[in-house]
Antibody, heavy 120, light 110 residues
Framework: EVQLVESGGGLVNPGGSLRLSCAASGFAFSNVWMTWARQAPGKGLEWLGRIRSNSYDGMTEYAAPVKGRFTISRDDSKTTLYLQMNSLKTEDTAVYFC???????????WGLGTLVTVSS | QSALTQPASVSGSPGQSITISCAGTSSDVGSYDLVSWYQQYPGKAPKLMVYEVTKRPSGVSDRFSGSKSGNTASLTISGLQAEDEADYYCCSYAGSTTLYVFGPGTKVTV
């Protein structure tokens, strides 16, 4: 059974940093492209970025609102995905989800999410 | 502001069929057969319902079907059931610069 469990969310001041983790199990993590998405309170889904498998090229790509502030990484030995968030803004307040990305460019499995609140 | 446009809400009676539209542009929906749909209950994680416009993952009811015409994709739910009451989001691949765009979501009421 595929499981994705996000952690690391919490309250952070504007301008601060936070690192989220996503522990994966139940599938061959090292072969799978992964993504992060978020959902602000009462709002829709927003794709943030993706990381390709290291066997492909391990490259990352980001959505414009977070490019330069957020960094996605992965540790295949720990089957864990990370999202380093810097220079946080109040508008970054959201539930953050990690997802798998299949070869059909669809997000086929999602974690339950972790809440990040940016506020002073 | 979302790159894709969806109606805010759609409603129907049990047993009826409803269709949710997802309007994009020639840069996303119109250029790629890579539209996917997600179902989300309040406070829960989204679930993939349709990918590549028309395909269903294993385990998804065949009451859910997808289609596309030009720059607009659609999700049809047939034989509407109470359990179908949820939010539905469309998403499209949008090329190597933007990559993925979501619609704002549609609340389905049964």
């Amino acid at each position: 059974e595929v499981q994705l469990v996000e952690s690391g969310g919490g309250l952070v001041n504007p301008g601060g940093s936070l690192r989220l983790s996503c522990a994966a199990s139940g599938f061959a993590f090292s072969n799978v492209w992964m993504t992060w998405a978020r959902q602000a309170p009462g709002k829709g889904l927003e794709w943030l970025g993706r990381i390709r498998s290291n066997s492909y090229d391990g490259m990352t790509e980001y959505a414009a609102p977070v490019k330069g502030r957020f960094t996605i990484s992965r540790d295949d030995s720990k089957t864990t995905l990370y999202l380093q968030m810097n220079s946080l803004k109040t508008e970054d307040t959201a539930v953050y989800f990690c997802t798998t990305l299949n070869q059909k460019n669809a997000f086929d499995f999602w974690g339950l999410g972790t809440l990040v609140t940016v506020s002073s | 502001q979302s790159a894709l446009t969806q109606p805010a809400s759609v409603s129907g009676s049990p047993g009826q069929s409803i269709t949710i539209s997802c309007a994009g542009t020639s840069s996303d929906v119109g250029s790629y057969d890579l539209v996917s749909w997600y179902q989300q209950y309040p406070g829960k994680a989204p679930k993939l319902m349709v990918y590549e416009v028309t395909k269903r993952p294993s385990g998804v009811s065949d009451r859910f079907s997808g289609s596309k015409s030009g720059n607009t994709a659609s999700l049809t739910i047939s034989g509407l059931q109470a359990e179908d009451e949820a939010d539905y989001y469309c998403c499209s691949y949008a090329g190597s610069t933007t990559l993925y765009v979501f619609g704002p979501g549609t609340k389905v009421t049964v």
